[in-house]
């Protein structure tokens, strides 16, 4: 298994301009989350899907966030229009059940803008 | 959510063993214990799980006291490699998003 596979690794961009990030969770793992990293903020859980559902989405921070699971092999994590402050690395999760915790992460995508 | 408090920082000698305590007094019922760690330009990854006692894995031991309002994470005989960020996490099945987040760890500095 691959594991949990982001893209890009990096992303550099302007103020204003649209970004998406993608992610495929590993096949047969039914949650899939989206977290953000700053130096800040550590880790903060912005939404997480169930079985391609989202379930809670509170910790999106602005409408100018949001996330999509077409499939159960792709999401993906919109920021339009993008700000300075988005700076961060985003990181993809999925899990068999919440229960277990035993999340397994992508590698995650910088994002930088500018 | 049931708040954990972790030590900022630790240093340790290589071959040494490394016990992080981890607060949680408030911890539910259900909850379990599940610690993870964290390189840089990485994702978490997890490495252990408990709800009471002890458990182990190749990979470290969680030792849980019958209070469960703490736990240790020990790992015997650490390496440079096992320089990292050190999470603590509590919470279980609820849907809420406030269960499944992360603290702000400890960072484990290593050195010969």
């Known amino acids: 298994d691959a594991g949990v596979i982001q893209s890009p690794r990096h992303e550099v961009t302007e103020m204003g301009q649209e970004v998406t990030l993608r992610c495929k969770p590993i096949?047969?793992?039914?949650?899939l989350f989206w977290y953000r990293q700053t130096m800040m903020r550590g880790l903060e859980l912005l939404i997480y899907?169930?079985?391609?559902?989202?379930?809670?989405d509170s910790g999106m921070p602005e409408d100018r966030f949001s996330a999509k699971m077409p499939n159960a092999s792709f999401s993906t994590l919109k920021i339009q229009p993008s700000e300075p402050r988005d700076s961060a690395v985003y990181f993809c999760a999925s899990s068999l059940d919440t229960l277990n915790y035993g999340y397994t992460f992508g590698s995650g995508t910088r994002l930088t803008v500018v | 959510l049931a708040k954990t408090t972790q030590p900022i920082s630790m240093d340790s000698y290589e071959g040494q063993e490394v016990n992080i305590t981890c607060s949680h007094n408030n911890i539910a019922t259900n909850d379990y214990i599940t610690w993870y760690q964290q390189f840089p330009s990485q994702g978490p990854r997890f490495i252990i799980q408990?709800?009471?006692t002890k458990v182990t894995n190749e990979v470290a031991s969680l030792f849980i006291p019958a209070d469960r309002k703490s736990s240790t994470l020990s790992l015997p005989r650490v390496s440079l490699s096992d320089t990292a960020v050190y999470y603590c996490?509590?919470?279980?099945?609820?849907?809420?998003?406030?269960?499944?987040?992360f603290g702000t760890g400890t960072r484990l500095q290593v050195t010969l």
């Open positions: 996490l509590v919470g279980g099945h609820t849907g809420t998003a406030s269960k499944l987040t």
């Open positions: 096949s047969g793992h039914d949650y």
């Open positions: 899907f169930n079985n391609n559902v989202p379930i809670d």
């Open positions: 408990g709800y009471k």
